[in-house]
């Protein structure tokens, strides 16, 4: 199952995922910017952003698969994106703390030549130990998680801050498999 194929974002981590599923693919990252101030609830948020980038990318290379994604956390209705600074990390980190938020991706499959527009989201509820000033201090310090919506990494140092995952692992990483894989491999029978 090696299509031509297109990942539209330049994370690491959705990068690393693809690869770890055996998936061949370049690496080419949509121009999109996101508008948090866009009226729209969190699992329309990231199907329209993870469709926004999948088609930016597909509309000069139609003869592939296009693969976009968006993530948020979301905590008491406010979309978490990726922090601006140490301060809004810190800010973001404590708000987290001791609480439950959920993580939502959304994944867009575009071929432009074929007619294929697939795009799905996936929901994960994460819950937090309580953090103290001195962990999260150190946490950004150390990592550096201002490329990471909510401002963290689960599958770094900051594992230890995470009490429960109801839902996919994966999808709090940024790229949720499971859900992918059964729509993608639908598409290509």
């Known amino acids: 199952m090696n299509p031509p194929l297109i990942l539209a974002s330049a994370s690491p981590r959705r990068k690393q995922l693809l690869e770890q599923i055996n998936l061949k693919f370049e690496v080419i990252p949509s121009q999109v910017i996101e508008n948090f ?15 926004k980038k999948a088609v930016d990318v597909a509309k000069s290379h139609s003869d592939y698969f296009v693969i976009g994604a968006d993530t948020i956390v979301v905590i008491n209705g406010n979309i ?40 799905i989201h996936v929901a994960t509820d994460v819950t937090f130990n309580t953090l103290n000033k001195n962990d999260i201090s150190y946490y950004i310090d150390t990592y550096q998680p201002f490329d990471k919506a909510g401002s963290y990494g689960i599958q ?12 996919c692992f994966y999808n709090v990483m940024g790229f949720p498999l499971s859900a992918f894989y059964q729509n993608f491999s639908s598409l290509l029978k």
Not at 156 to 167: A, L, Q
Request: charged content about 25%; aromatic content about 12%.
């Open 37 to 51: 101030d866009i009226d729209l609830s969190p699992s329309d948020f990231v199907e329209y952003y993870a469709k």
């Open 156 to 167: 770094d140092w900051f594992s230890v801050c995470v009490k429960k995952i109801d839902g």
């Open 80 to 119: 978490l994106g990726k922090p601006k600074d140490r301060y809004d990390s810190f800010r973001m980190l404590s708000s987290l703390s001791g609480n439950t938020h959920t993580v939502f991706t959304g994944v867009s499959i575009q071929h432009q030549n074929h007619g294929i527009n697939k795009t």
